[in-house]
């Protein structure tokens, strides 16, 4: 089951089918997902969180952080109801995010903090997406590593939101 969060109007203002969505595969840290939400609530991001979750996820903490957000009981709940390449930042490709043409409607899923995303899950993304990182080091944080790709996701869509005039003084 897909649960669509009841948020006021005014945090969903802008946000429609042609955005960029993160998505959250089965999160269990939740400060980490928390620093996400913010992300996409500052930059008009769609949220969706692939459950279970390894921490209790409140509606309550979701409205306050003024994130637009879809909730999803399964992979397959998410599979179904989204449109649009679901992209994988992952350690196991050789595509560099920085040679990938991101698409409005593109959807950014992130696994787990501590184990990635099933071998099923990989075989079932559009695209798999790699940060370039030094010889030796592990990952990144997965709140770093989405930051990252969502800012070049949203340069290349053109997707950042707008910016109010400076005001000369």
Known sequence: ??????????????????????????PDIP???GSLMRLCACLGVAMNIVEPCGFLLSDRNF???GVDLTRHDSWEAFRRNRAGWVL?????????YTDFAFAAGDTLLLGRDSAGVPEVVHTQVEARLLIP?????????????????????????????????????
């Open 88 to 96: 994988l930042l992952t350690t196991k490709s050789a595509q560099p």
């Open 63 to 65: 409205r306050r952080a």
């Open 133 to 169: 990182m030094r010889q030796g080091m592990r990952s990144l944080n997965v709140a770093q590593a989405a930051a990252m790709v969502l800012g070049e996701a949203l340069r290349q869509t053109q997707g950042f939101p707008a910016q109010p005039e400076a005001v000369c003084t």
């Open 1 to 26: 089951m897909t649960q669509k969060m009841p948020f006021p109007a005014a945090t969903c203002v802008g946000l429609g089918a042609n955005l960029l969505h993160l998505a959250l595969y089965q």
């Open 31 to 33: 400060q980490n997902a």
